[in-house]
Structure formats: structure tokens, C-alpha cells
């Protein structure tokens, strides 16, 4: 992380990224690739099964196909993302067009069987490093400001959060992350960001235009869970060491939670800016309302003239008396929930600054 994108007072505390083991989930697809094709080359060469794929050269291919297409789409299912089955179709067309580029269709059983095997290794060990290199991309920052989450291989991702927008934080570990001692952390803002929905279908029914259809004589129906989840460049994934990490995030969100005093404070400002601006704003009315003075000595009818505008400032008393009165029981408030001062020396305090509001504004209007 450069330092012209750190912020004025901001310290990197921790970098982090995640663990090896983090990403086991894309890992496994790799190694279902290659436990298949060793198992298809068993079935042609070793097993009691051979004599029944050798009929035909292209049994055995179909049967790697097949199982690896299923597979692709109950796993697309669980994981709710139909990407890992394109990427099993890709791998199934891919062989495919290299039998077929190579003129290797018409060899025997055991040659395909072979190249079964040879392809799945070769596939597998490329899904290997696209995994490492996706794993890598992640970058997470913790300052003592924010959290930033950096991901991504050919779309770069990035995401902020500061501490007092934390409204809850949730954690996970799985088996391998008990054992290694890596987790994932969520920060769930105020708005929202980092909860999605869960759905889960009863029967065997399909919903359609949001209505229920009946499939072979069973009523489908949809439940959405709020639960929480977020891509892994929009969170801690995988993170090491866990705990340590976690106590860390916990701490500095506690840090940024303002107290119920700090609170009453900043609506007490509020207000009082706005008593301000309403102030301010009535002095510029009777600002407007006066005559330009000139330095001139002028005739004592004009003097008589000059009496008249000075009436029209009369016309706004009762408004500034109103927000003086507005003024001072804000004051009043404040000083009550005020701790530690002495109300001696907050009156005293309240009018100077009172007094030197009133001296400023009166300057603008000047």
C-alpha cells in the first residue's frame, strides 16, 4: 500500500492475506479432476469393468464426461454458482477438441484411457495455479482508521469500511481452519453491506413469475434467510492467525464507538449551529434593511429622514429575542449534561462565547 492513499493521521496496523488452505473449496474441484481421471484409467486397465469400456474407444471418454458434467452441477447447486459447471463443460470441450485436433479418436481404449489421465493432471495443476495466483490478489489493510479489502486477478476490486460504520461483526471457522488456525471475518456496515439472502426450496415444486407451479404433484415454495455473506475481496477470508486478528478488528471498532455523552455533544452542535445560522440570518435582514451612512455633514431635515430606517430595525426584536431565548436554553441543557466543569464556569463560558458569536455575526453584517 502506497502512502499518498493513506489518509492524514492514518498507520497501517496489520497486513494480511489469506491462508494457503483458505480457497480449499476451489481446490477441491482441482483435485476431483485428477481422483476421477486416475479412477477412469483404473476402470479401462485394472479393474473387472475393462472388458465392458473396451468395446467401444469412446465409453470411457463418455464416462469422464458424464461424471464430471454431474458433478459440475451438483456442486453449482450447493455453492449457489453456475461457474463451476461451465468451467467442468470447458474442460470436457476442451478435451474433446484436442482428441479431435489431434486425430487421436480412432486409437484404442487404453490410449484414451491415457489421455484421459494425462489431461486431467494437466487441467488440475493449471486450476492449482490460477487458485494460488486468485489467492495472492488479496490484500487487506487494517489501520487504525479502516479496513481496506483489496482483490482480484483481471478485475481489480476494492473496498473501505471505517470502524464507527461497523454496526456488527461476524466470524466463521471451518474444520480445516480449526486446525490451521485461519478464519473469516465479515464487517457488516450500517447499511447492510456484507448481509445476503439464503433460499432454500421445499419439495420438488419450480417457482415461476413469482408463483408457486406444481412439478409431478409437489408444491414448490422459496424462504430467503438474511444471512451473512460477501465475495472474499469484500471481507477477511481465510485470515492468519484468527484469533488474534479478530480481537484486533473487535478492539479497534470499540475505539471509534461513540459513548451517549459524546453523542448528546454532537446533537447539542447541531443545534446550535442552526440557532447560529437563524441568527446570522436576521442580522442580514437588518443589514440589508439599513442606510448606506455617509460621511457628509447633512441637513437636519435629512436627519429627520434618517429616524425612519431606524424604526424598520424594530421590526425583527421579537425574532432575535426568540432565538436568544432558543440560544440559551440549549446552553442550559448542555451545561446539565456536562460532567466535569463547574456551572460557575460554564455560564461564564456560555456567554463569552455567546457574546463573541454575537460581536462576529455583527461584523459580517458591517
Not at 9 to 30: D, I, T
Not at 284 to 298: A, E, I, M, N
Not at 345 to 356: G, K, L, T, V, Y
Request: proline content about 4%; aromatic content about 12%.
Amino acid at each position: 500500500m502506497e502512502k499518498k492513499e493513506l489518509l492524514k493521521n492514518e498507520q497501517v496496523e496489520r497486513l494480511l492475506s489469506p491462508h494457503p488452505l483458505s480457497f480449499m473449496k476451489l481446490q477441491a474441484l482441482c483435485i476431483f479432476v485428477i481422483v476421477w481421471g486416475i479412477v477412469v484409467w483404473w476402470l479401462v486397465n485394472s479393474s473387472q469393468f475393462g472388458n465392458w469400456l473396451s468395446g467401444n474407444p469412446w465409453f470411457p471418454f463418455i464416462l469422464w464426461a458424464l461424471v464430471l458434467l454431474i458433478f459440475g452441477v451438483i456442486a453449482s447447486l450447493i455453492a449457489i454458482q453456475w461457474s463451476i459447471f461451465f468451467l467442468y463443460l470447458m474442460v470436457v470441450l476442451g478435451g474433446l477438441g484436442l482428441l479431435f485436433w489431434q486425430h487421436w479418436e480412432n486409437n484404442s481404449t487404453s490410449f484414451i484411457a491415457l489421455f484421459i489421465l494425462v489431461y486431467s493432471i494437466i487441467v488440475s495443476i493449471a486450476g492449482f495455479l490460477i487458485v494460488e495466483l486468485y489467492r495472492r490478489s488479496h490484500k487487506y489493510y487494517i489501520t487504525n482508521l479502516r479496513i481496506m479489502f483489496k482483490g482480484g486477478v483481471l478485475t481489480k476490486r476494492e473496498r473501505t469500511i471505517r470502524y464507527d460504520k461497523i454496526s456488527d461483526i461476524n466470524s466463521r471457522q471451518g474444520i480445516f481452519g480449526q486446525i490451521f488456525g485461519f478464519g473469516t471475518i465479515i464487517p457488516i456496515s450500517e447499511s447492510g453491506f456484507g448481509l445476503g439472502s439464503d433460499k432454500s426450496m421445499a419439495g420438488g415444486g419450480v417457482e415461476v413469475g413469482g408463483t408457486k407451479a406444481r412439478l409431478f404433484g409437489f408444491a414448490g415454495g422459496g424462504k430467503e434467510v438474511q444471512t451473512p455473506i460477501a465475495r472474499s475481496y469484500y471481507e477477511l477470508h481465510g485470515v492468519y492467525p484468527f484469533k488474534d486478528v479478530q480481537k484486533l478488528v473487535e478492539n479497534m471498532v470499540q475505539s471509534h464507538v461513540p459513548t451517549q455523552y459524546q453523542k448528546e455533544q454532537v446533537e447539542f452542535s447541531k443545534q446550535q449551529v442552526d440557532i447560529q445560522t437563524q441568527m446570522r440570518d436576521l442580522l442580514h435582514q437588518q443589514g440589508r434593511g439599513k442606510p448606506r451612512t455617509k460621511t457628509v455633514k447633512q441637513k437636519p431635515e435629512e436627519d429627520e429622514q434618517e429616524e425612519e430606517p431606524e424604526k424598520e430595525e424594530e421590526a425583527f426584536p421579537q425574532e432575535q429575542v426568540d432565538i436568544q431565548k432558543q440560544m440559551q436554553q440549549l446552553l442550559k441543557k448542555q451545561r446539565v449534561m456536562k460532567p466535569t466543569k463547574d456551572e460557575t464556569e460554564e455560564e461564564e463560558e456560555a456567554e463569552e462565547e455567546e457574546e463573541e458569536e454575537k460581536k462576529k455575526d455583527e461584523r459580517e453584517v458591517a
